[in-house]
């Protein structure tokens, strides 16, 4: 297998640099022609060879020869360049091939097409029944409305599937992280900031230096808090996902500034967040995903070295990981970013004001992951999530001023003027900022702290709860932050859905591949008994299954179910296209 690897790598590089190589060929054969071996013995064999190939092309025309030549070498290229530079295992393009070639067949599509509209009006009726009693804006009112007019909508637009409620019981996975006994002070707190700078750009320095000084505050505590020295540094972002699409965007031009990357790729572990696909998708970057392990569901450094190659930029660790909720080995990830040189991303979009705490709270075992650690390079993490900030907020950090230079995107030849920007977004919201720091302020460490501890404690009472009180269930994993997943071998466990779900109201994320569900603690839990509602819940769900453990799934419950089993997932993809674009129709068009 090794002396594969070596050949494969040898062609890669000859594949990538072929002009270098050319002229080394070029260089080497005419060294060769010069010699007395040459003379004797090679040009007897050469002889023959141009023999042969006279022989074989006689019965061919001229530009027959010609064009052979030129499509054998643009068929042979193409399958170097398929075998070399794939991103994808190859089970899976061959699949994907096939499924593809079987939907160009008119009857094939035209079934697909036709159980895709099935589903879709399904979505939609479900989608909109929810709004009955509000008339559809199409256009502007010929007359603004007056104030009173105003709040009357925004009230009857709040109330639908009434969410305030939803959250104040305590029913929702994730979604809202703020909540308990001081939340409506805290929230009046939040938009007496928003309102003080409702108008403040950071784009305009000059107008709002304010705003400077409180996003760099930010940054700075941020960078503190996830062990980064002086040297540490960052941007205020839109959220998880614009931090790693920036994080991605800085270790492609570092790289290939430095380094002379043009076919760049990273390493993630297949439970890696999907904004790391977007941001190769946006950025033309190749993805090579590793499998977890089947038991921890971390992920395993081995497995991603292999896939590691001198177009790789960086690899990627989670801390926690979106689905299951377990950390992965950092420190083990670090060593294998350091012996092949690239940068080591850490994801704690999710963990963000939690994970730094850990070790105080008595998990010993919790893996090391930020700044500290020889070979992390960069780290996300949300201040709108476990930071307690309003949605649109999230903080991207690196080790050091020489990748973070590369996430600018500077236009120095503008005719309207010299233009660059820090991220994503030219203008943005200095309310978000102003909000962002009076969170962290208001908080400080001994709030996150106590945050965090209620939080952990929650966790571990639920995991307790399925691993030592509930019969039928199994965790997913050692909860190593906010989630809890867990699974059955006893029966499908996506028949919760039903049960705990729609009967008792409470919000889940389920999980595929393996079939699983999760539960994310936040603040809004920490208010009255909702963690032990959930857990008599959950029992008295999981009772109500076991009774009958084999029965098919219904409802809701076989969408998943039935969307998990379907091989092409292109399908999968179509409904997807569908649904979003049925999000953005003001009232259902059947």
């Not at 009434?162 to 996975?173: L, S």
């Not at 689905?323 to 704690?348: Q, T, W």
Request: glycine content about 8%; charged content about 20%; some cysteine.
């Amino acid at each position: 297998k090794s002396k594969v690897k070596l050949v494969l790598f040898c062609f890669e590089n000859m594949y990538v640099r072929w002009p270098q190589v050319l002229a080394l060929v070029g260089a080497v054969s005419y060294g060769v022609l010069q010699t007395e071996w040459y003379s004797t013995c090679g040009s007897v064999f050469v002889s023959e060879r141009l023999q042969q190939f006279n022989d074989f092309a006689d019965k061919y025309e001229h530009w027959q020869v010609v064009i052979g030549s030129v499509l054998a070498w643009i068929i042979l290229s193409r399958v170097v360049s398929f075998f070399l530079h794939r991103n994808k295992p190859l089970k899976t393009i061959v699949f994907d091939f096939v499924f593809q070639s079987l939907r160009k067949i008119p009857l094939v599509q035209k079934k697909v097409d036709e159980e895709v509209t099935k589903n879709l009006s399904g979505l939609e009726k479900d989608l909109f029944k929810k709004y009955v009693g509000w008339k559809p804006n199409r256009k502007l009112p010929e007359e603004g409305l007056v104030d009173t007019e105003i709040y009357e909508q925004l009230n009857q637009l709040a109330s639908i599937a009434d969410p305030d409620k939803r959250h104040a019981d305590g029913k929702v996975t994730g979604t809202v992280y703020v909540g308990g006994k001081d939340f409506a002070a805290y929230t009046k707190l939040i938009l007496n900031a928003y309102a003080r700078f409702a108008w403040a750009n950071p784009l305009h320095l000059d107008v709002f230096p304010g705003v400077r000084q409180m996003e760099s505050e930010v940054v700075r505590m941020a960078c503190t808090l996830f062990g980064g020295d002086e040297d540490s540094c960052g941007c205020h972002t839109s959220g998880g996902t614009e931090s790693i699409l920036m994080a991605l965007k800085a270790y492609r031009e570092f790289y290939e500034l430095n380094h002379g990357v043009t076919r760049p790729n990273i390493v993630v572990t297949r439970t890696a967040h999907p904004a790391f696909d977007k941001a190769c998708e946006y950025f033309k970057i190749g993805i090579r995903k590793a499998n977890e392990d089947e038991i921890t569901r971390k992920a395993v450094p081995s497995r991603m070295a292999s896939l590691i190659d001198n177009n790789t930029i960086c690899i990627v660790g989670s801390c926690p990981q979106y689905p299951h909720g377990c950390a992965d080995p950092i420190s083990d990830l670090a060593v294998v970013a350091r012996k092949y040189n690239v940068g080591l991303h850490v994801d704690c979009c999710l963990g963000s004001f939690v994970v730094p705490f850990m070790k105080e709270l008595g998990f010993d075992d919790f893996p090391d992951f930020d700044f500290r650690v020889d070979g992390v390079t960069s780290i996300s993490a949300d201040t709108h999530k476990f930071g307690c900030a309003p949605k649109g907020s999230s903080i991207v950090m690196y080790k050091s001023a020489d990748l973070l230079k590369c996430q600018y995107s500077m236009y120095p030849n503008w005719p309207g003027g010299v233009y660059g920007t820090p991220a994503m977004a030219g203008s943005r919201s200095g309310p978000l900022i102003a909000s962002t720091w009076t969170a962290m302020m208001h908080h400080g460490y001994s709030g996150y702290l106590n945050n965090a501890r209620f939080i952990m404690g929650a966790v571990m009472k639920i995991a307790n709860a399925i691993r030592d009180d509930i019969d039928g269930l199994e965790l997913m994993c050692e909860p190593q932050g906010p989630i809890v997943a867990w699974t059955s071998k006893d029966f499908n466990v996506l028949r919760l859905l039903e049960p705990l779900g729609k009967t008792r109201g409470w919000d889940l994320n389920t999980l595929q591949f393996p079939a699983a569900i999760h539960f994310c603690v936040t603040m809004a839990h920490s208010d009255g008994d909702a963690v032990d509602r959930f857990i008599a819940d959950l029992k008295a769900s999981t009772e109500e299954v076991m009774e009958e453990p084999d029965n098919q799934l219904c409802g809701q419950a076989a969408m998943y179910g039935q969307s998990q089993q379907i091989p092409d997932r292109s399908i999968i993809t179509d409904l997807l296209k569908g649904y979003l674009a049925m999000a953005n129709e003001v009232e259902s068009r059947h």
